[in-house]
């Protein structure tokens, strides 16, 4: 394969006179392009000028929008998308599109063209986060929305969100995204403070979340235990999934509600940032 691919021409020919990769029929070369990864077509497209035009066909890549391609473009202006070739609303799509007031994201993974969102802790509802005695913001590059929520110190925890969109047909994971503790910047280096943590081995959080066709997931699990599952996690983020769920047609739009709760009143607990919550496809 190597070999033959060397001594072809850029118009596809093999150098001897015989049969190359540029004979092939653009319309065969994009039937081929359907089955392929968007990657995968883009590293092809190198090879002649057939797989060039095949790999700028809107058919292959309307092959690779999903159904609800075109509800995530109405989330942005229409001077972003109007007149792009589907190729262009796929690269488009596949970086970070806003909505919600810039609280919610969601975007195309590049390599299966499957959705992806991430909703920020300012779009949830905290029980007393307008106390800063209990809560208080601070901005932070580790975030995709550079803001984090932080726990000080509260009896009563509850952290919970809603979104409604037009999830494709598929099976997605909703993870909430916290971290232990809180860190700062000391001479260019990363340094978690776990000085005000505590609570937290007293009783287990609840996860939760439902849809709005009947679906629901609970799951339960002391933070400092899945902090030491792995020495490395200790100061990091850690990605909690709650559990899955799964849509099996765009129209009616799916709600998702979700939660985190610990409101064991009989102590106190704190020491804990939230960052956001994940919705992705399901491996």
Not at 221 to 235: I, N, P, S, T, Y
Request: with cysteine; hydrophobic share 35%.
């Amino acid at each position: 394969m190597g070999a033959s691919l060397s001594n072809t021409t850029e118009n596809g020919s093999a150098t001897g006179g015989g049969t190359g990769l540029g004979d092939v029929p653009e319309s065969c070369v994009a039937c081929v392009f359907m089955y392929l990864t968007p990657p995968e077509i883009c590293n092809l497209a190198r090879l002649n000028r057939a797989f060039r035009g095949a790999a700028s066909s809107d058919a292959v890549w309307e092959s690779k929008l999903p159904c609800n391609y075109r509800q995530m473009l109405h989330l942005l202006p229409p001077w972003r998308h109007v007149g792009l070739p589907k190729k262009g609303i796929f690269a488009l799509l596949s970086r970070p599109v806003p909505f919600d007031d810039d609280n919610k994201e969601v975007w195309l993974d590049r390599v299966s063209g499957r959705i992806c969102m991430s909703i920020s802790s300012k779009a949830m509802s905290i029980t007393g986060s307008e106390d800063r005695r209990h809560w208080n913001w601070f901005p932070t590059k580790e975030s995709r929305f550079h803001v984090v929520a932080y726990c000080q110190q509260v009896w009563w925890f509850e952290v919970s969100g809603i979104v409604k969109f037009p999830f494709p047909p598929d099976i997605y994971t909703l993870t909430f995204r916290i971290h232990l503790g809180k860190y700062f910047k000391r001479l260019g280096r990363r340094v978690p403070n776990f000085e005000h943590t505590h609570g937290w081995d007293l009783g287990p959080v609840r996860y939760e979340l439902s849809t709005s066709d009947g679906q629901h997931a609970v799951s339960e699990c002391f933070l400092h235990e899945v902090e030491q599952d792995d020495a490395k996690k200790r100061g990091c983020w850690i990605e909690y999934k709650v559990g899955e769920f799964i849509v099996n047609r765009s129209d009616p739009v799916t709600e998702v509600r979700f939660s985190m709760k610990q409101i064991d009143c009989t102590h106190s607990k704190g020491g804990l940032c939230v960052d956001s919550v994940s919705i992705t496809p399901a491996m």
